[in-house]
């Protein structure tokens, strides 16, 4: 399997993109909804509301970073022919949701960064290392960065849904292996 994707599928370094992406997205759903929920006083999982939120923000930014590493990778390779059994409209749908999953990879943690910035909340980065605050206290920006941060959240699920929906009825429901595509494993001859 070659870095870069190519002709022949997905390269190593847009599924390991990708995983480790659709990992670090998955805690940051689940540690905001304990963060949000839980009061400043009580832990979940061993852990206090205060370094849930700080983990919320430090792998938000490792995210980030990984999804500039995502861009300029996509613009590298070529992209692989759609997989034949996608129709039109599907592909159709593919394309806008696509867009919209790398809208969120950026606006998420740039607007989550500005709301806690500009709110003077601030970021410790792996719970040790203060991140200058760039922006300085700003109300008004912080509550707009705040809205679109939990608007983006709606968002993008709604986009996940569309995308593993797709893609888990191609591959359990018409069984043609769609999934494979963004896997280790090298595709099975036609
Ligand atoms: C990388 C992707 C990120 C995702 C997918 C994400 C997702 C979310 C979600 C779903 C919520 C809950 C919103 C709600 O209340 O309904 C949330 C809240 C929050 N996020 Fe993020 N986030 C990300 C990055 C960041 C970053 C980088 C920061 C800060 C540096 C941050 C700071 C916050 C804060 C402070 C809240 C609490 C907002 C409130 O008071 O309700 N997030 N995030
Ligand atoms: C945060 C979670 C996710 C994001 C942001 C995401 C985003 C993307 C993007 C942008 C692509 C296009 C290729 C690229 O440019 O990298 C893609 C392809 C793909 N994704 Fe995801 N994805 C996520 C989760 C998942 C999950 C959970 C599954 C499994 C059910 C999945 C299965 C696939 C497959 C099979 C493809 C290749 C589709 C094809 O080319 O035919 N993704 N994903």
Do not use: C
Not at 7 to 19: D, I, S
Not at 111 to 124: D, I, N, R, T
Not at 174 to 185: F, I, P, S
Request: charged residues 10%.
């Amino acid at each position: 399997m070659s870095l870069l994707n190519g002709l022949g599928g997905y390269g190593a370094l847009t599924k390991a993109l990708h995983w480790s992406i659709a990992g670090l997205f998955a805690f940051q759903y689940v540690a905001a909804s304990i963060m949000t929920r839980i009061g400043p006083a009580e832990t979940a999982l061993g852990l206090s509301q205060a370094s849930w939120f700080n983990w919320h923000k430090t792998i938000g930014l490792l995210a980030l970073g990984l999804a500039v590493v995502r861009l300029v990778n996509r613009r590298l390779g070529e992209l692989p022919p759609w997989a034949p059994t996608l129709s039109d409209a599907e592909r159709g749908f593919i394309h806008r949701a696509e867009q919209v999953l790398y809208a969120a990879m950026l606006v998420m943690p740039l607007s989550g960064f500005v709301y806690v910035m500009a709110g003077g909340y601030g970021v410790l980065l792996f719970g040790r290392f203060e991140i200058a605050n760039p922006i300085g206290a700003w109300p008004t920006l912080a509550t707009g960065a705040k809205w679109l941060h939990i608007a983006g959240g709606w968002v993008l699920l709604a986009a996940l849904a569309g995308h593993i929906g797709l893609v888990l009825r191609h591959q359990f429901v018409l069984g043609d292996g769609l999934l494979r595509r963004m896997l280790v494993a090298p595709r099975q001859p036609d």
